[in-house]
């Protein structure tokens, strides 16, 4: 089976940087990918990792170890926009499924 | 605008009244799925489709059955509502195969209420 762990709420000051981490479980892993989703909306897609290492996209950059079974979300330069939950979720081969996580609430003070 | 639609966005029913939720998307996407989010529960997928005529029961099926008659489409049914259903629904839609999964789009969710 597969199971996805990510801590529920993290708080950070703007202006700060902050890591979210994501362990996961997976027989035949294909990927891992980061979404957003602010309050009462749809996620949207941020990254995908399937290689591992170190995914930058501007203020965002994502990390993967599969040895470990670990990724890390990181947010730089923070905004008050970026008060949201970011969910982790995983891909494996022979599954049609993307797995995901209960999603870490980050909340974003001035 | 390539987008995924769902229809109603809000909608509050009664016990055991038949109700459809429609979910289209514009992209040509062969993957089509749907999830309900609950607090504290995350994303769990109902049912999933890979192309035309093929559907799969994702993790939490029971009390819902679906169909993929045309590829843009993919309706979410519930034949008896209960109250245990009342949730916020999303539909998605991707470029995903078997072999190499891609991101997902999201409609906007329909956040239904059974009373």
């Known amino acids: 089976g597969q199971n996805i762990d990510q801590p529920t709420e993290m708080t950070a000051t703007e202006g700060a940087i902050v890591q979210i981490n994501c362990t996961y479980q997976t027989s035949g892993f294909n990927g891992l990918f980061w979404y957003q989703q602010h309050a009462g909306e749809a996620p949207t897609f941020l990254s995908y990792n399937v290689l591992d290492g170190l995914e930058e996209k501007g203020r965002f950059s994502s990390f993967l170890s599969r040895s470990k079974g670990y990724s890390y979300l990181l947010l730089k330069e923070l905004q008050m926009k970026d008060s949201a939950s970011y969910l982790c979720?995983?891909?494996?081969?022979?599954?049609?499924?993307?797995?995901f996580g209960t999603g870490t609430r980050l909340q974003v003070f001035p | 605008e390539a987008q995924v639609t769902q229809n109603p966005r809000y909608l509050i029913t009664v016990t055991g009244k038949k109700l459809t939720v429609t979910c289209s998307q514009n992209?040509?996407?062969?993957?089509m799925s749907w999830y309900r989010q609950d607090p504290g529960l995350g994303l769990r997928q109902i049912y999933y489709s890979m192309n035309v005529e093929v559907t799969d029961k994702g993790d939490v099926p029971e009390g819902y059955k679906v169909s993929r008659k045309e590829k843009r489409n993919f309706p979410l049914i519930l034949e008896s509502p209960s109250p245990n259903q009342t949730s916020l629904y999303f539909c998605?839609?991707?470029?995903?195969?078997?072999?190499?999964?891609?991101?997902?789009?999201f409609g906007p969710g329909t956040r239904l209420t059974v009373t």
């Open positions: 992209m040509n996407h062969e993957y």
């Open positions: 998605a839609s991707s470029l995903s195969t078997r072999e190499a999964p891609y991101e997902q789009y």
């Open positions: 979720a995983v891909g494996a081969y022979n599954t049609d499924k993307l797995i």
